[in-house]
C-alpha cells in the first residue's frame, strides 16, 4: 500500500491552501464572466441530484406525518376528556338549577298558602319524613328560633298539612293530617255537616261523628270548622272521596307523600292548647327504701 512520505505529505499541506483559494478565485471570475455556462450547470447538477434528494427525503416526510397523526390522536384524546368533564359539570349545573327552580315555584306557590287572618307566618323546609306504618309525620328545618310553637298549623299551597306537635330549637314535627293521631273538627261546606277527621295512618283519612252522612256526595268540599280553637275556619283540608259500607273517606288537597316546603301558620291560637306531659323521674331503690323507712317511723 502506497504511504506518502513526510516530505511529500509537508509539501502538499503547503500547497494546497494557496492552490483552493486560487482554483476560487477562479471560479469566482469565470462565474462573474460567464454565467450562464454556470447556472446550466448548476440546472444538470439538480436534476441529477434531485432523484436521489427525494428517495432519501420520502422516510422523513412518512416519519413526519406518522408524529403528526399521533399528535393529531393525542389532541383529539385532550379535546375529549376535556369535552366530557365540562359535560360533566354542565349536567351538574343543570340539575341544580333544575331544583332550584322547582324549589322557586314550589315557594311562589306557597306564597298563596297564607290565610288572612295569620298573625305571622314561617317557610320551612322539610328535612325528614317518617311516614310509615305506625307514624304520619314530617321533621322541618325551624323551631323556637323562629318563633314556632306547639298547635301551629301547617299548611301547603293547596291546603291543611297538619299541626307541630313537637317543637325544638332549630327543628320541630308536623304532624300530618293522615296520621293515626290526627283529630281536626271539619265541616262539609256544601251541607254543613260538622264532623271529626279521623287520621289512620292511610292515604286517606275518615270523617267521624258526621251528623248527617247520608247526605254527604262524593267530590264534597271538606274545610276546617274552627271549634276546639287549634285551626281557624275555612282552611280547605279536602274532598269526599268515598262513601258507604267502609266509612267516609277523604282525599287531602295535598300531596303529603311529596312534601318539600311548608307554611308555618301562627293564628294566634296555640296558646289554647294544654302543655305537653311531662314523664315522672324514676324513683330509684335507695330512695324508695328511705321513703318506706321515713314512712315507718
Known amino acids: 500500500m502506497f504511504r506518502p512520505s513526510a516530505q511529500l505529505r509537508s509539501t502538499l499541506q503547503r500547497t494546497m491552501p494557496p492552490l483552493l483559494i486560487v482554483l476560487s478565485a477562479a471560479l469566482i471570475v ?8 454556470f447556472e446550466s450547470f448548476r440546472v444538470s447538477l439538480g436534476d441529477r441530484v434531485a432523484p436521489a434528494l427525494d428517495a ?8 413526519a406525518g406518522v408524529v403528526d397523526q399521533v399528535r393529531g390522536v393525542f389532541s383529539m384524546y385532550q379535546d375529549n376528556l376535556r369535552l366530557t368533564q365540562e359535560n360533566e359539570r354542565l349536567l351538574q349545573w343543570q340539575q341544580i338549577a333544575l331544583k332550584l327552580s322547582t324549589d322557586n315555584q314550589e315557594l311562589r306557590t306557597l306564597l298563596k298558602a297564607v290565610p288572612d287572618k295569620a298573625v305571622s307566618y314561617v317557610t320551612a323546609r322539610v328535612i325528614a319524613n317518617s311516614g310509615g306504618r305506625y307514624v304520619r309525620t314530617v321533621m322541618i328545618n325551624a323551631g323556637s328560633e323562629q318563633r314556632l310553637a306547639r298547635g301551629q298549623a301547617a299548611v301547603a299551597s293547596a291546603g291543611l298539612v297538619g299541626r307541630l306537635t313537637e317543637v ?3 327543628a320541630a314535627r308536623v304532624l300530618l293530617i293522615t296520621d293515626l293521631n290526627s283529630r281536626i273538627p271539619v265541616v262539609v261546606e256544601r251541607t254543613r255537616t260538622n264532623a271529626v277527621l279521623a287520621g289512620d295512618n292511610s292515604e286517606r283519612p275518615h270523617l267521624l261523628y258526621a251528623n248527617d ?3 254527604l256526595k262524593i267530590g264534597d268540599r271538606v274545610i276546617t270548622s274552627g271549634e276546639g280553637g287549634v285551626f281557624p275556619p275555612g282552611l280547605p283540608v279536602g274532598v269526599v272521596a268515598a262513601t258507604g259500607d267502609g266509612g267516609i273517606l277523604v282525599e287531602p288537597y295535598v300531596e303529603l307523600s311529596q312534601l318539600s316546603y311548608v307554611v308555618i301558620v ?7 292548647l294544654p302543655p305537653p306531659v311531662a314523664m315522672p323521674a324514676r324513683t330509684s331503690r335507695k330512695q324508695a327504701a328511705e ?6 317511723r
Open 168 to 170: 325544638g330549637s332549630r
Open 213 to 215: 252522612p247520608d247526605t
Open 291 to 296: 321513703a318506706g323507712e321515713t314512712g315507718g
Open 56 to 63: 432519501l427525503s420520502r422516510p422523513f416526510t412518512a416519519a
Open 266 to 272: 301562627d293564628y294566634g291560637l296555640s296558646g289554647t
Open 30 to 37: 469565470l462565474g462573474k464572466a460567464d454565467q450562464t455556462m
